[in-house]
């Protein structure tokens, strides 16, 4: 019984840290597709994400199996709730990668990224990829020094959002307003990639501190 | 014993029913700063927030004790874990209103409506206050009538959002880069409240009937 107790736990992880990798591959494809104006790569993320939202439901149905059932002690409780919790922002980070694709299929086959904030968005990119692979080590192994990391690169992502914001409103924008909304809606969709990743960092530096990080994240 | 219990679970409730009460000022209130550009009235906006924090941090601690002590079965167990998911949404719709008293502030004293969407944008307030007296209901009395008047609520918003886009990239469109991302950004932000508040409800509908409503929501 604890065995299989204890497989269920494992078993748990590995759908996080799987849906963590999906999410991870979705976004470094939507930014890819984005930068290249690749149309079939787009469609593509969009396509993908019922993989994601299925393991959040099966992570969730997995979880109440395990607390009806185990009556589990106070932290493996949390763990449990924490893994449902978790799940969420996953599959709200799949959710942004899908937005970032449909810009790309609104605006194709013309370039949603003018040239003036291309490098920008490519660094918004890169990082939300480091960040990415951060939290597949956060999730698989509850690393407390690499969800931290997540609080630093986070910062990153939003002085490169705040340099959009300048380029739009430069004089040097003469790409309209529609180019202006894409890349404002662009560059929101990584900021709250980015947010999310965060807070399951966060999720995961209270489970194993019994405290939260002293950044207080937006 | 179970005495305490039942008075525990209807605190929980409470507490989830204050903070969509406070998300419904929130909003209401941010919408107004910005339809009257209102600075000060954005700034209580924004100050209010924190309360709203620490009661989805309360609701959580409190749902753990129940979890750990009274080994709740199986329906108390699904409340319990859903009045979690459901704090966490309704603290994402108070982020919302920040986020637009946010946008008031960065503009103020100057308007961050132009006139074009002005109509649009009230219209996409009031329907945000509907859902949210309708999710007060939904969350004081697990209405399931009432959630599903949630989504079609949600698609008034996703409609009046397509008519900002198609203002924004009309030829009417005369306030500059500046008032369309000032105007993506507040149309974002309502939608996504909009979008909380539609994940609550079908929470709920989850929770008494154990099925998810037919409407998939993106």
Redesign the interface.
Known sequence: MRDAYKRSLDSLRADLVEMTVLVHAAMDRATTALLDTDGALAEQVIEGDTKVDQIQMLVEEA??EL??RQ?P??SD??AI?TA??IS?DLERMG?NA?HVAEVIRRRYPDDAVPPLVRDTVAQMANVASRMSTYLEQVVAQDDIAVALQLETADDEMDALLRQI?VA??SPR?TYG??G??DV??VG?YLERYADHAVAVGRRVVYLVTGSWPVRAV?
Do not use: K, N
Request: glycine letters at 0%; a positive charge.
């Open positions: 979880s109440y607390l009806a009556q002690v106070a409780l949390r709730v449902i919790r969420a959710d899908v914001f739009l409103l924008w307003i529609e202006a909304v404002t809606l929101r937006s």
